[in-house]
């Protein structure tokens, strides 16, 4: 598989991901009314970017390989972030998020699985510049650090929004160089895809460097943690 520069991110040329619905507050391809209403009481930021228009869906449904509709999902985040930069400064830029909705399956492979890798890319590359990724499983049960129950996704998807430097940090204890670099973030216009290789593959085997160690036991070397076990 082949890869262009596109808009400052790598894209593959065999897309497998089908542009379902272009990026719109009120999607008519997935209903996510009441799920988001539900979400609003978890998060103080959800209700006023909804009441603005500022919370936005695009909606793609998966058309190929694991590693094709990986590679997909990770151009359509770096698009979705290329084109926050330049608006979080302004006014209510803080409220804006576009959302990256995964629908259809691939066989024997979980969603879960398909967003990993690109997620943990992409929060890599963008952390530092104060661009926040999520990622959300459709009818999987989840809760937050303190242990209450989220409201269960309708559907997969990773959330993409201006990072809450006073905030965010703590959803990434597992990864503590991440957290310190969200914590003092600042977008000072780099090209984040300056040093990154072209290829999917060797993007994902470049992002490996930021997994943490997994401590074992004294008889075992030490592995790198997989993005999938890894919290938002």
Request: proline share 8%; net charge neutral; hydrophobic share 40%.
């Amino acid at each position: 598989m082949t890869s262009t520069r596109t808009d400052g991110a790598s894209r593959p040329t065999a897309g497998a991901l089908r542009l379902v619905e272009a990026s719109t507050d009120r999607p008519k391809s997935i209903d996510i009314t009441g799920y988001v209403e539900r979400m609003m009481a978890h998060c103080p930021y959800l209700s006023p970017s909804i009441e603005r228009g500022l919370t936005t869906w695009t909606v793609y449904r998966a058309d190929g390989s694991a590693d094709a509709v990986e590679a997909g999902l990770f151009h359509a985040g770096a698009q979705a972030a290329e084109w926050l930069r330049p608006l979080i400064h302004r006014p209510y830029g803080f409220l804006r998020c576009e959302n990256v909705v995964l629908l259809g399956a691939v066989p024997d492979v979980r969603h879960r699985d398909l967003l990993a890798w690109p997620h943990w890319a992409l929060k890599n590359l963008y952390g530092p510049v104060g661009v926040m990724f999520g990622k959300f499983y459709a009818d999987e049960e989840e809760a937050t650090r303190a242990g209450e129950p989220l409201p269960v996704a309708p559907v997969s998807y990773l959330p993409v929004r201006a990072a809450i430097r006073r905030r965010d940090p703590q959803f990434l204890r597992a990864t503590p160089d991440l957290a310190a670099a969200l914590s003092v973030a600042d977008d000072d216009g780099r090209d984040v895809f300056e040093q990154l290789p072209d290829e999917w593959q060797e993007i994902r085997t470049w992002t490996q460097r930021f997994l943490p160690p997994v401590k074992q036991s004294a008889s075992s070397r030490s592995t790198s943690a997989s993005p999938s076990l890894l919290g938002s």
